[in-house]
């Protein structure tokens, strides 16, 4: 079966690296034989299976660092943030003279909110970040 377009109609094309290579005859395109690795099923594997890096590299007969390799590749869609009612902790600490971070906190479900690096803190950095909060959509009780 080709992996590029799905035809069945391939044949036996030589060897390179120990592993099997076949042409298709649909769409004249090379490819090795062996199992294919699909990031999708791989983290579909890793999170709901409970598998290890070295359960997976028995189970694909690969190593490892392929398996990390892979997992890497896949792209986990994070829910959007469902904009709300919060009551706003705001504090800066300091690394050095001239190094700070600014964080805006929701104070009842301690979720960072927004945070800035800073050199100085101002009273105009807080209420620019009051105003970024606003213009998300967040509603800040007082």
Not at 43 to 59: S, V
Not at 79 to 104: C, I, N, Q
Not at 108 to 120: A, D, M, P, Q, V
Request: glycine share 10%; net charge positive.
């Amino acid at each position: 079966m080709c992996f590029h377009c799905g035809s069945s109609i391939t044949k036996k094309n030589g060897i390179r690296s120990g592993k099997q290579k076949y042409k298709c005859y649909a769409c004249g395109k090379q490819f090795l034989g062996g199992i294919r690795i699909f990031p999708e099923e791989l983290w579909k594997a890793y999170t709901e299976g409970k598998q290890t890096y070295y359960q997976l590299a028995e189970q694909y007969q690969c190593s490892t660092r392929t398996i990390q390799r892979k997992l890497y590749l896949h792209k986990v869609a994070l829910p959007e943030k469902a904009y709300r009612d919060v009551v706003v902790l705001m504090d800066s600490t300091y690394w050095g003279r001239l190094f700070g971070v600014m964080l805006f906190k929701d104070g009842i479900t301690k979720e960072n909110l927004l945070k800035y690096y800073i050199k100085y803190e101002t009273n105009a950095k807080y209420i620019e970040g009051i105003g970024t909060l606003k213009a998300k959509g967040y509603n800040i009780k007082p």
